[in-house]
């Protein structure tokens, strides 16, 4: 009988076919560019001194207040007593300033005005009776806002600085969305908030702190730090990224500091990034007590720090008077931030608290 014909060692075969595809996809798993895509997937937000991934934090001192502490200081506190209403008569739009000057015009609360030779610039706009997630309860305002929303000329530019309800009010958004459709600037995280209030994607720039996005026009709008938090009753605790804004429009700048406890390095570190600004807002109210709110909102004596730290012209007090968040008297504020004016030996004019409607030239 002739020799049988060797038979293939299908196991052999079998286990070398195998054994490449093993190889190769090791090889592809270990690609750098996979290895970027699945840390892309896994984390949304790039990894920083002040991100995890998932979530934001403070640099150096990351925690924050908690529901305990939030009970403790409504159980214990005795607020002072607020007027439930405060004369103001809404002003018309101040208009351009002349040659390249910047105006700012204080509407309510964070909401300024800002008209520069590179556009118009709303900040953190809130024009609702109440700041909350209901409109029936929570802390409603004392006063009308000091431009009246129809008033308004042709916003081109929204700088949403985080997510807390005094600061991102949705119904002024989707109206600001529907008469002007301007671009929204703001923190990572805060995108899906615009979206929700009609804002389409590509209207929507999302910065981490110290990204900066150039307008059509030249505007320049540079993401700061800011000592915060971020939470609203839909979302994770401090899923969205809160800080501060530079901009830059010809000659003039001036820096919009959002919400932000005192910080002895941050500020410092804003002058050497982007320089001193020829003006800045920066928050001066809802600042008792003391235990509960120093990490997350700076005093009018800390205030002045942070315009002397950053190397400001002049600056404006912001974030008081407009609705009652925490335990001073509404005018606490104003004989605060006198008081350390005076104990810092500067002009009153260099940092002013001014009534709504009221406006500032650089």
Known sequence: ??????????????????????????????????MAAESAASTPFPISDHCDGHRFFNPKRPGVRGFTDLLRWKLSSTPAAWPQSV??????PAGLPAGEALGAQWINHATFLLQTTAGTVLTDPVYSQRVSPVDWVGPRRVHVPGIAFNDLPRIDVVVLSHDHYDHCDLATLGRLNTAHAPLAVTLLGNGSLLRSAGFTPDRIVELDWWGQHTTIAGLSIQATPARHWSNRATGPRNGRLWGGFFLKAGNRTAHFAGDTGYDDEMFAAIRQRCGAPDLAM?????YEPRWFMAEQHCNPEEAVK?????????????HWGTFQLTDEAREAPLTALTAALTAAKLPPASFRAIVPGETIVV
């Open 1 to 34: 009988m002739p020799a049988s014909k060797p038979q293939p060692n299908l196991p052999r075969r079998r286990f070398l076919r195998i054994a490449a595809w093993a190889a190769g996809v090791m090889m592809w798993r270990k690609s750098p560019a996979l």
């Open 87 to 92: 004369e103001v008569t809404p002003r018309p």
């Open 282 to 286: 920066i928050p001066i109210g809802a």
């Open 306 to 318: 942070i315009h002397l730290e950053l190397g400001a012209k002049r600056s404006i007090g912001m």
